[in-house]
Nanobody, 115 residues
Framework: QVQLMESGGGLVQAGGSLRLSCAASRNIFSFNAMGWYRQAPGNQRELVARVTSGGSTNYADSVKGRFTISRNAAANTVYLQMNSLKPEDTAVYYC?????????WGQGTQVTVSS
């Protein structure tokens, strides 16, 4: 079993920045990949950013150049640095890890961007 604890969400004005953190209960390099997804009201959950155990990253087109995913192995934590935030980035953001056996999800953290 893996526990994921997210933090860092909140309310920010358009153009501002936030950093989300997701602390895992075990060594993050034991996972095949880690990522961030988001879900806005009435929408499906969508991939925001993902990093594999080998360090390859991919981003949603809508966040490229503004968001950066990174890892801290010593802290078993993955981050999502979000810059130049837009109102359309408003959503609940979920941390996700992929093991050999299953996928785990965090509880979600709300990000609200005001115009």
């Amino acid at each position: 079993q893996v526990q994921l604890m997210e933090s860092g969400g909140g309310l920010v004005q358009a153009g501002g920045s936030l950093r989300l953190s997701c602390a895992a209960s075990r060594n993050i390099f034991s996972f095949n990949a880690m990522g961030w997804y988001r879900q806005a009201p009435g929408n499906q959950r969508e991939l925001v950013a993902r990093v594999t155990s080998g360090g390859s990253t991919n981003y949603a087109d809508s966040v490229k150049g503004r968001f950066t995913i990174s890892r801290n192995a010593a802290a078993n934590t993955v981050y999502l640095q979000m810059n130049s935030l837009k109102p359309e980035d408003t959503a609940v953001y979920y941390c996700n890890v992929e093991s050999d056996i299953r996928i785990y999800w965090g509880q979600g953290t709300q990000v609200t961007v005001s115009s």
